[in-house]
């Protein structure tokens, strides 16, 4: 376990006792919120961010020992295990070290390698691997046995070859630099296969793709595992070679080995030994260990890609406690619609059909007008899904046409609605109502408060991923889930309004708490004190500590149950405030009487410095929203669909998703438009996220419009003009020619960048899912 501390440590770049201190509060059931927020002391500081790192790594260092311990007893076991061996077993840091080492020893079916030995042919692959001066046919004749399978003297030298090729390919440190080599220079290749070029038209831009192997990014990688799981592609990891010279992993082998072509009469039988170790054993098993090793990346960026995306939805700016009207948009059917109050309760439904076929303006007008004025509604929520630009613009004119009302129409991204429309959840909170009214239920939600609303959907279904079902499914839930989880104790809960689904995401609580924690409110009324939750069933101590502080009750029996001011703390506050000889409540929000409170004076065993400043923080504003302020994109009049577009256009938008190659960004016509990561800013940009992040308010212009295949291709930066090409990679970071100066020399690319001047080209790395 010191190892592994010290190990994660190294990584990290902390201290060993910041590791020790994370993992016992970890093993003994603490969660990551609860110690990044109220154990500052104990862990040295550490954030969120890097207790995550830390347990993911803990998790895979903890499983890589287990391993290690089998490894090392299977070994033993079979009376092969050297003092060498085991030390080379014990320092191995990867699991792939680990299995490379464990290979030969390795319990597998019968080879036939294993064939010949059993028919006594090792003696000759010795001798004619030693001593290369000796005549194969000749020395191979000694061993031609036919009782023992061995026919004749082509047999025997056969059955020569493939004990070597075994015992070469089981070489562990051979395996280990011919692996780092094909990482290095390696190609990966995709092809289409013969008579799959119409089937896989999606694929196409991967029909003839190679790059480097460690620069494939992780959206171009999935596309090429996608078309090959479909039929459509071939893939490959190889360094192309002429074919009259030897693959350079053969002369690596060759050196390794110790075999040099020297006309001696063995050598071209060695040499046709290693050519069939490269080919036959060593180059399908790298391969194999590259293309997983290359999955393992890309699916881990992907994870990133859509975590980074959901914690940046799920934090989106509330609009608040507003009385609101949520409309899901629909044209034969009509728009559904639910009023909710300001704790999002549903207080009245139904539908209206103002847009085509049925076109009953007037009578939805008056609909609408009514509910607003009896309920007092000051947002209108609008589906973002089809017909929402029409119903838009039906509300729009309504409100015009009544001043009075005073309401804020706002566009609502419904990713996701209709997953919570038919869940169980939403069956069990509105069992009477159709699914479309608890989409508009859903929609009002999400613009009042976009985290308590998303938490009630699976993070998967959200649509902010890139190549989500492509990925490992166990790991995306582990990081998304992650993510929902910081981002609900980051902000907080109100105890006595949140739902079950919210709630269950609280530090410390699972659903059957969770469940148990809203009976109980329904069945006594609303929690006057933080204390009050430990009568909840099966809510014991160790879970009241780890919720408590993210748990919050508004106007209860005591002020700091709004904050976040853990009730382990309660008396250290009550101490301040009488220091002061004020009551605790004339602390909380005054600055001025705050700030006479000298934080050093309150430390002691329990109670550190980062906790005391916190608290002292907490207390100046008290249930602060880490949240930004609310606010929403402008759509452009008459500019509701594709053929609505125009290069050059100027719009608003909202960014819908941040993928590697860019951003996608809704401008109100139903189809998102991409903004290559090359059109984000005038300067290089490595990464999207450093420009934008879901939900942020952009201006772009059109570039261009593709009508067939509904794809638009935008620009952030306002001196691009409709038609030219996008600068390349080295021109956007100042390496090209400069005018007047030397030529620079230019290396040749095994995959030059796309002329991204043209919108195919630029739709080229956004093959989105299915």
């Given at each position: 376990m010191e190892k592994i501390q010290q190990q994660i440590a190294d990584e990290l770049n902390i201290k060993t006792t910041q590791v020790t201190a994370a993992v016992q509060l970890l093993d003994e059931g603490a969660t990551v919120p609860f110690i990044s927020r109220y154990r500052k002391e104990v862990t040295g500081g550490l954030d969120d961010t890097q207790l995550r790192t830390l347990e993911e790594r803990l998790g895979y260092l903890r499983d890589m020992e287990e391993r290690r311990t089998t490894i090392l007893g299977s070994i033993e076991e079979q009376g092969k295990l050297t003092p060498e061996l085991k030390q080379a077993i014990l320092n191995a840091d990867t699991k792939t070290r680990l299995e490379d080492l464990y290979l030969p020893y390795k319990p597998k079916r019968r080879t036939k390698g294993q064939i010949a030995i059993e028919a006594g042919l090792e003696p000759l692959a010795d001798i004619l691997y030693s001593d290369p001066t000796q005549e194969p046919e000749q020395r191979a004749a000694e061993f031609v046995d036919p009782n023992k399978g061995v026919p004749d003297v082509k047999a025997a030298l056969e059955g020569a070859k493939y004990i070597l090729m075994e015992r070469f390919s089981e070489e562990a440190e051979l395996l280990g630099q011919l692996r780092a080599f094909l990482a290095s220079e390696a190609l990966i290749s995709a092809s289409v296969i013969t008579g799959k070029e119409t089937e896989g038209e999606k694929f196409r831009d991967y029909f003839e793709h190679s790059e480097l192997w460690k620069r494939t990014p992780s959206h171009r990688a999935l596309a090429m595992f996608r078309g090959r799981r479909e039929g459509i592609l071939s893939i490959r990891v190889d360094i192309p070679t002429e074919t009259t010279t030897a693959h350079p992993c053969e002369t690596m082998i060759a050196s390794h080995l110790g075999i040099k072509h020297e006309n001696r009469p063995a050598d071209n039988w060695l040499a046709e030994v290693v050519r069939w170790t490269w080919k036959i054993k060593l180059h399908t098993h790298i391969e194999t260990d590259l293309l997983a090793e290359l999955r393992e990346r890309a699916e881990a960026d992907a994870i990133t890609v859509f975590a980074t995306n959901l914690q940046d939805l799920l934090l989106a700016a509330p609009a608040g406690q507003r009385v609101t009207i949520g409309l899901d948009p629909g044209l034969r059917t009509g728009v559904k619609l639910a009023v909710v109050d300001n704790t999002g309760k549903v207080l009245d439904h139904g539908a209206i059909f103002p847009t085509p076929p049925q076109n009953k303006v007037h009578?939805?007008?008056?609909?609408?007008?009514?509910?607003?004025?009896?309920?007092?509604?000051?947002?209108?929520?609008?589906?973002?899904?089809?017909?929402?630009?029409?119903?838009?613009?039906?509300?729009?004119?309504?409100?015009?046409?009544?001043?009075?009302?005073?309401?804020?129409?706002?566009?609502?991204?419904?990713?996701?609605?209709?997953?919570?429309?038919?869940?169980?959840?939403?069956?069990?909170?509105?069992?009477?109502?159709?699914?479309?009214?608890?989409?508009?239920?859903?929609?009002?939600?999400?613009?009042?408060?976009?985290?308590?609303?998303?938490?009630?959907?699976?993070?998967?279904?959200?649509?902010?991923?890139?190549?989500?079902?492509?990925?490992?499914?166990?790991?995306?839930?582990?990081?998304?889930?992650?993510?929902?989880?910081?981002?609900?104790?980051?902000?907080?809960?109100?105890?006595?309004?949140?739902?079950?689904?919210?709630?269950?995401?609280?530090?410390?609580?699972?659903?059957?708490?969770?469940?148990?924690?809203?009976?109980?409110?329904?069945?006594?009324?609303?929690?006057?004190?933080?204390?009050?939750?430990?009568?909840?069933?099966?809510?014991?101590?160790?879970?009241?500590?780890?919720?408590?502080?993210?748990?919050?009750?508004?106007?209860?029996?005591?002020?700091?149950?709004?904050?976040?001011?853990?009730?382990?703390?309660?008396?250290?506050?009550?101490?301040?405030?009488?220091?002061?000889?004020?009551?605790?409540?004339?602390?909380?929000?005054?600055?001025?009487?705050?700030?006479?409170?000298?934080?050093?004076?309150?430390?002691?065993?329990?109670?550190?410095?980062?906790?005391?400043?916190?608290?002292?923080?907490?207390?100046?504003?008290?249930?602060?929203?880490?949240?930004?302020?609310?606010?929403?994109?402008?759509?452009?009049?008459?500019?509701?669909?594709?053929?609505?577009?125009?290069?050059?256009?100027?719009?608003?938008?909202?960014?819908?998703?941040?993928?590697?190659?860019?951003?996608?960004?809704?401008?109100?016509?139903?189809?998102?438009?991409?903004?290559?990561?090359?059109?984000?800013?005038?300067?290089?940009?490595?990464?999207?996220?450093?420009?934008?992040?879901?939900?942020?308010?952009?201006?772009?212009?059109?570039?261009?419009?593709?009508?067939?295949?509904?794809?638009?291709?935008?620009?952030?930066?306002?001196?691009?003009?409709?038609?030219?090409?996008?600068?390349?990679?080295?021109?956007?970071?100042?390496?090209?020619?400069?005018?007047?100066?030397?030529?620079?020399?230019?290396?040749?690319?095994?995959?030059?960048?796309?002329?991204?001047?043209?919108?195919?080209?630029?739709?080229?790395?956004?093959?989105?899912?299915?």
């Open positions: 009578e939805a007008e008056a609909i609408l007008v009514k509910l607003c004025q009896t309920h007092q509604v000051t947002l209108i929520a609008i589906g973002n899904g089809t017909a929402s630009r029409e119903t838009e613009r039906f509300v729009k004119d309504v409100l015009k046409r009544h001043p009075e009302l005073s309401i804020q129409p706002v566009i609502v991204n419904e990713a996701g609605a209709s997953v919570y429309s038919a869940s169980e959840f939403a069956a069990r909170e509105f069992p009477d109502l159709d699914v479309t009214i608890r989409g508009a239920i859903s929609i009002a939600r999400r613009l009042q408060d976009p985290l308590a609303e998303l938490v009630k959907i699976d993070p998967k279904s959200i649509g902010v991923g890139q190549y989500q079902h492509d990925v490992s499914q166990i790991e995306l839930s582990r990081s998304l889930n992650a993510v929902v989880e910081d981002c609900v104790n980051a902000v907080g809960v109100e105890v006595n309004t949140a739902s079950a689904a919210l709630l269950n995401r609280v530090a410390g609580l699972n659903q059957t708490i969770a469940d148990n924690i809203v009976a109980f409110r329904d069945e006594n009324g609303p929690f006057s004190n933080r204390a009050a939750l430990k009568k909840v069933p099966r809510l014991g101590e160790k879970t009241f500590e780890q919720a408590a502080g993210f748990l919050r009750i508004a106007n209860g029996d005591n002020p700091l149950d709004a904050s976040a001011v853990h009730p382990e703390s309660y008396e250290l506050v009550s101490q301040m405030a009488n220091d002061l000889a004020q009551p605790l409540q004339s602390l909380i929000g005054d600055s001025g009487l705050l700030r006479r409170i000298k934080p050093q004076q309150y430390v002691n065993e329990r109670f550190g410095l980062p906790t005391i400043t916190d608290i002292l923080q907490e207390l100046d504003k008290p249930g602060r929203d880490p949240r930004p302020e609310f606010k929403t994109a402008t759509f452009k009049d008459g500019v509701e669909s594709l053929k609505d577009l125009e290069p050059g256009m100027t719009l608003e938008g909202t960014v819908t998703n941040v993928t590697n190659f860019g951003a996608f960004v809704d401008i109100g016509v139903h189809q998102d438009g991409l903004v290559h990561i090359s059109a984000l800013a005038e300067r290089f940009v490595k990464d999207p996220r450093e420009v934008v992040k879901t939900g942020d308010i952009v201006t772009v212009k059109v570039m261009e419009v593709d009508i067939p295949r509904k794809r638009i291709g935008l620009s952030m930066r306002m001196s691009d003009e409709p038609g030219q090409k996008t600068p390349t990679r080295e021109h956007r970071e100042g390496k090209g020619n400069k005018k007047g100066g030397r030529q620079a020399p230019q290396r040749k690319q095994q995959n030059p960048p796309a002329k991204t001047g043209t919108l195919g080209a630029l739709f080229a790395e956004a093959l989105k899912k299915s």
